[in-house]
Nanobody
Framework: QAQLVESGGGLVQAGGSLRLTCAAP???????????MAWYRQPPGKERELVAI???????NYGDSVKGRFTISRDNSRKRVYLQMNSLQPEDTAVYYC??????????WGQGTQVTVSS
């Protein structure tokens, strides 16, 4: 079983919304709650970039291109992190990856989920 499992990607029209979910089924509660969790994305032909991060201290940060449109949240009891994406634009088209940085410095990536925004 994978460390991180993403879901929720798909095809949406410009202006629409999607909610991505990243589950960490192999984590125990303390491991997940002490981790920094993030979403990255990789558009076609471009480098992977940070979308949003939720730190263990509950602070959050966003990439400049998604501020005001995307919201990262987490449910430590369910060992999940979410990315609510509103006002999606074609330039948001990318493979979205979940990322975990644990307290012991181990890091993990999910397999990625495709988000396609049509104009």
């Amino acid at each position: 079983q994978a460390q991180l499992v993403e879901s929720g990607g798909g095809l949406v029209q410009a202006g629409g919304s999607l909610r991505l979910t990243c589950a960490a089924p192999r984590n125990i509660f303390s491991t997940f709650s002490a981790s920094d969790m993030a979403w990255y994305r990789q558009p076609p032909g471009k480098e992977r970039e940070l979308v949003a991060i939720s730190r263990s201290d509950r602070s959050v940060n966003y990439g400049d291109s998604v501020k005001g449109r995307f919201t990262i949240s987490r449910d430590n009891s369910r060992k999940r992190v979410y990315l609510q994406m509103n006002s999606l634009q074609p330039e948001d088209t990318a493979v979205y990856y979940c990322y975990q940085h644990r307290q012991d410095s181990q890091t993990y990536w999910g397999q990625g989920t495709q988000v396609t925004v049509s104009s």
